[in-house]
């Protein structure tokens, strides 16, 4: 019993650690991603030995399984909560319509800041800048309600 609680154990910190080397590798310069990647490797030794162990195969898959779901769903919570917030550019176009006012109104009231200019007799395209994540998905909401054709770009550092 204590060797299958150790292996549950060691099964959870390996796709914790594999996850987070995928990350890094990913998102991180190369210093951190060798190091991660190398720290990863050394550890997955140990897996290999437990892996090996005899008891049902059966048994290995489903405590795999379960430990890759809670593991990922983990790591990508924590990225998820340590994510800044990013300047996103909202560009959507209306019918030129009483909606297009509406929408405009819309968006002063929840304090999103914006411009519009005018293509054409039919139709207004705005330009709005959302600086948080709760901005984005009031802006997504105004736009499904409204019924406007958009596409969103995001900030890049230079």
Request: charged share 20%.
């Amino acid at each position: 019993m204590t060797f299958l609680i150790t292996f549950i154990a060691l099964s959870i910190i390996n796709v914790v650690f594999s996850t987070i080397r995928s990350i890094t590798t990913i998102k991180s310069g190369k210093a951190l991603a060798s190091i991660i990647s190398g720290g990863y490797f050394a550890f997955y030794n140990v897996m290999l030995v437990y892996t090996v162990a005899d008891f049902p195969m059966w048994e290995k898959c489903v405590i795999t399984f379960v430990c890759n779901v809670i593991g990922v769903w983990i790591v990508k919570l924590v990225e998820e909560k340590m994510r800044k917030d990013k300047l996103w550019k909202v560009e959507l176009t209306l019918n030129r319509n009483d909606s297009a006012e509406i929408f405009s109104r819309e968006l002063e009231d929840i304090d999103i800041p914006y411009n519009y200019y005018d293509t054409s007799d039919k139709y207004i395209v705005f330009n709005i800048y959302c600086s948080t994540q709760r901005d984005s998905t009031l802006v997504k909401g105004l736009a499904v309600k409204h019924k406007a054709k958009f596409f969103v770009s995001e900030t890049k550092t230079l």
